[in-house]
T-cell receptor, first 114, second 113 residues
Framework: DAMVIQNPRYQVTQFGKPVTLSCSQT?????MYWYQQKSSQAPKLLFH???????NEADTPDNFQSRRPNTSFCFLDIRSPGLGDTAMYLC?????????????FGQGTRLTVV | AQKVTQAQTEISVVEKEDVTLDCVYE???????LFWYKQPPSGELVFLIR??????QNEISGRYSWNFQKSTSSFNFTITASQVVDSAVYFC??????????FGPGTRLSVLP
């Protein structure tokens, strides 16, 4: 059974139209991550939550926001998507930030901005 | 600064051949963890192995084996008798305590029947 679930799997949105991607987990992990992966590139961390504490990467554009209303759910909001935001968005969880436990990834949402 | 390098962008082999994927890392920390993940066409990243910086024992799991050498900062991954189902992008990653994963650029492996 899937432990990290992302919805939708595919999303097409218009340039400038806000979009929200969803992630849920059944692992009760403390940490939830959002990664952006462009074609043929490595995943790039956008931000993570440790419980309710939000940690933004320095180079994450302001256009990207996140919410974590409870342990199980985390959302990625793109306020005004540009063509360059077309990518796979991966959600991941880990029990802690100690590095010992691996991160569990969802299947991703493929976002296309037109 | 942490960095992971996977020099091989793409590799193609014929089924049943052995193949080694290279990973070289940089970190100033003495305690760190190294990972390999597989990303099949479906998109999710599948965990394969974790190794901590104090454990240099090589590991074998079925057709998979890993060679960790601190002296050369390398953590190479070998698939023996490759199969078509092994076709995927493979990522090597590094994490230090309290920090986040740093992924290498990935190696796309194509196993041809």
């Amino acid at each position: 059974d899937a432990m990290v679930i992302q919805n939708p799997r595919y999303q097409v949105t218009q340039f400038g139209k806000p979009v929200t991607l969803s992630c849920s987990q059944t692992l009760n992990h403390n940490v939830m991550y959002w990664y952006q992966q462009k074609s043929s590139q490595a995943p790039k961390l956008l931000f993570h939550y440790y419980d309710k504490d939000f940690n933004n990467e320095a180079d994450t554009p302001d256009n990207f926001q996140s919410r974590r209303p409870n342990t199980s759910f985390c959302f990625l909001d793109i306020r005004s998507p540009g063509l360059g935001d077309t990518a796979m968005y991966l959600c991941a969880t880990s029990r802690d930030l100690d590095g010992y436990t691996e991160a569990f990834f969802g299947q991703g949402t493929r976002l296309t901005v037109v | 600064a942490q960095k992971v390098t996977q020099a091989q962008t793409e590799i193609s082999v014929v089924e049943k051949e052995d193949v080694t994927l290279d990973c070289v890392y940089e970190t100033r920390d003495t305690t760190y963890y190294l990972f390999w993940y597989k990303q099949p066409p479906s998109g999710e990243l599948v965990f394969l192995i974790r190794r901590n910086s104090f454990d240099e024992q090589n590991e074998i799991s079925g057709r998979y084996s890993w060679n960790f050498q601190k002296s050369t900062s390398s953590f190479n991954f070998t698939i023996t008798a490759s199969q078509v189902v092994d076709s995927a992008v493979y990522f090597c990653a590094l994490i230090n305590y309290g920090q986040n994963f740093v992924f290498g650029p990935g190696t796309r492996l194509s196993v041809l029947p």
